[in-house]
């Protein structure tokens, strides 16, 4: 570790919101107690299409450990804890019109409750990809009815929550639910091609827009956000044509779901197969679509290296694969500490974004337990502090970052990836559900002391 790394401390960032994230299909578990309804994912599991025919059936079991996690949480130090709504846990059939299930809603206002007693701030996400599978057969994000079905359900967790949830998560992450689910298949509902990809990017932050106004209508006492995925990109060179491939890398990766909602429309130049969406665009759309958030949410954590690759449909560039010499992550991912300071420097001198959040920031390894029961996760730990110094860095810059969240609380099931992939900074034994804090967790609980 450089002197560098060790010497900062969490006062060095002044006021500022600490805290960990984990969603609902990651950790919750209890996939049809108390009348919940089933979700995409839980159809995907079903069918066996996660690694090793994993599924979300118990998963941490947080649903019955809530009060367990939370003490957890205490303990660690955590100020704010990230998490999300498992739609159809509320409303099984995904409308308020289908009925809500009040059993659900009680475990979040139990959730809350919890959270507040311990002095931690809620941070709720009100999608992150656990759409109620009714909603899917009726076409999903490719109906435009799913605007009006996701702006209810908006209105009736603030209304519900809003008096103790100050701060509000709208989506996580479109491009990855919407490029994975509807472009190229590999997430539910595995439906595939860019005209899929371009309808149900506009449908979905048609529904962001419907909802974030349902939200305000409701309270005005709220910080309403969304969050994104970001990938920092390097050229292969500064030749004009590499140059050129990283201004479309980046309008994919990064600007894609944030120029529409701040007023730039989307990036057809750079992206002309967007343009596929244009006939289901309406006459007052975009300005529905156009918001002020209080806040961005960012998830970063990694970058590529991008050429010009006139032989790639749609895209015209390449992603390099991470060189020899650099470390990657068990996701595969180069570990590029820079890239998060770029990200935040860029949206940074966004004048419309008035605040921004890193909402998810972590890496996976391969732990092992020791004899003594402890879990020496050393590159977890130096990943963190290392990216952490490049957002003090960027904070001192003047970018008005106000707060991180560690991906992720705990070990929980990695998507399509199962149980393989670890993040968490609490390790799960998922045979006996046994929790243990990792030297990465340590860290962190005497770091935010610091």
Same mark, same amino acid.
């Given at each position: 570790?450089?002197?560098?790394?060790?010497?900062?401390?969490?006062?060095? %960032?002044?006021?500022?919101?600490?805290?960990?994230?984990?969603? =609902?299909?990651?950790?919750?578990?209890?996939? @049809?107690?108390?009348?919940?309804?089933?979700?995409?994912?839980?159809?995907?599991?079903?069918?066996?299409?996660?690694?090793?025919?994993?599924?979300?059936?118990?998963?941490? @079991?947080?649903?019955?450990?809530?009060? &367990?996690?939370?003490?957890?949480?205490?303990?660690?130090?955590?100020?704010?804890?990230?998490?999300?709504?498992?739609?159809?846990?509320?409303?099984?059939?995904?409308?308020?019109?289908?009925?809500?299930?009040?059993?659900?809603?009680?475990?979040?206002?139990?959730?809350?409750?919890?959270?507040?007693?311990?002095?931690?701030?809620?941070?709720?996400?009100?999608?992150?990809?656990?759409?109620?599978?009714?909603?899917?057969?009726?076409?999903?994000?490719?109906?435009?009815?799913? /605007? @009006?079905?996701?702006?209810?359900?908006?209105?009736?967790?603030?209304?519900?929550?809003?008096?103790?949830?100050?701060?509000?998560?709208?989506?996580?992450?479109?491009?990855?639910?919407?490029?994975?689910?509807?472009?190229?298949?590999?997430?539910?509902?595995?439906?595939?091609?860019?005209?899929?990809?371009?309808?149900?990017?506009?449908? !979905?932050?048609? /529904?962001?827009? $419907?909802?974030?106004?349902?939200?305000? /209508?409701?309270?005005? @006492?709220?910080?309403?956000?969304?969050?994104?995925?970001?990938? =920092?990109? +390097?050229?292969?060179?500064?030749?004009?044509?590499?140059?050129?491939?990283?201004?479309?890398?980046?309008?994919?990766?990064?600007?894609?779901?944030?120029?529409?909602?701040?007023?730039?429309?989307?990036?057809?130049?750079?992206?002309?197969?967007?343009?596929?969406?244009?006939?289901?665009?309406h006459p007052d759309d975009m300005d529905m679509v156009q918001y002020p958030f209080d806040f961005l949410g960012i998830n970063h954590y990694s970058r590529k290296t991008v050429r010009s690759a006139w032989w790639m449909p749609y895209l015209k560039? #390449? +992603?390099?694969?991470?060189l020899k010499d650099v470390e990657i992550t068990s996701m595969g991912w180069e570990v590029h500490p820079a890239g998060i300071y770029q990200i935040l420097k860029k949206f940074g001198e966004y004048p419309e974004i008035p605040a921004l959040y890193?909402?998810?920031?972590? =890496?996976? *390894? !391969?732990?092992?337990?020791?004899?003594?029961?402890?879990?020496?996760?050393?590159?977890?730990?130096? *990943?963190?502090?290392?990216?952490?110094?490049?957002?003090? $860095?960027?904070?001192?810059?003047?970018?008005?970052? $106000?707060?991180? %969240?560690?991906?992720?609380?705990?070990?929980?099931? &990695?998507?399509?990836?199962?149980?393989?992939?670890?993040?968490?900074?609490?390790?799960?034994? %998922? +045979?006996?559900?046994?929790?243990?804090?990792?030297?990465?967790?340590? #860290?962190?609980?005497?770091?935010?002391?610091?």
């Open positions: 570790m450089s002197p560098s790394v060790a010497s900062f401390k969490a006062s060095d %960032f002044g006021e500022f919101t600490w805290g960990a994230a984990t969603a =609902a299909y990651q950790i919750e578990g209890a996939h @049809d107690a108390d009348g919940k309804g089933p979700s995409i994912w839980d159809d995907f599991a079903a069918r066996g299409k996660i690694r090793k025919k994993q599924t979300g059936n118990v998963a941490c @079991d947080h649903y019955n450990r809530m009060k &367990e996690d939370v003490a957890l949480m205490k303990s660690l130090g955590l100020k704010a804890y990230r998490f999300s709504v498992s739609w159809p846990r509320v409303l099984p059939n995904g409308s308020v019109a289908g009925g809500l299930n009040q059993p659900g809603l009680d475990f979040y206002k139990r959730l809350v409750d919890e959270l507040l007693n311990n002095g931690i701030e809620p941070f709720v996400t009100l999608f992150h990809w656990d759409l109620p599978l009714e909603l899917e057969r009726q076409g999903g994000w490719l109906n435009r009815d799913i /605007a @009006d079905h996701f702006s209810g359900y908006a209105r009736l967790m603030v209304d519900t929550l809003g008096d103790r949830v100050k701060n509000w998560i709208i989506l996580n992450e479109p491009f990855v639910f919407l490029l994975l689910g509807y472009g190229i298949g590999y997430f539910p509902p595995q439906k595939r091609g860019p005209a899929k990809f371009a309808r149900s990017s506009h449908l !979905t932050m048609l /529904a962001q827009g $419907k909802a974030a106004r349902a939200m305000a /209508a409701a309270r005005s @006492d709220i910080k309403i956000g969304t969050t994104i995925s970001t990938l =920092a990109g +390097e050229a292969a060179s500064n030749a004009p044509r590499h140059l050129a491939a990283l201004r479309r890398h980046d309008a994919f990766f990064n600007r894609l779901y944030v120029d529409p909602i701040v007023g730039r429309g989307y990036p057809f130049q750079d992206l002309p197969f967007l343009r596929k969406m244009e006939p289901i665009i560039f #390449w +992603e390099h694969k991470p890193i909402t998810e920031n972590g =890496a996976a *390894y !391969t732990d092992k337990v020791e004899r003594d029961g402890h879990i020496h996760d050393e590159r977890r730990k130096r *990943y963190i502090q290392e990216y952490l110094q490049q957002c003090l $860095k960027a904070r001192r810059e003047g970018v008005n970052l $106000k707060g991180y %969240f560690v991906w992720s609380l705990l070990d929980n099931l &990695e998507w399509k990836e199962g149980y393989d992939k670890t993040f968490g900074i609490v390790h799960v034994d %998922f +045979e006996t559900q046994k929790r243990t804090i990792k030297d990465s967790g340590l #860290w962190y609980r005497d770091f935010l002391q610091s």
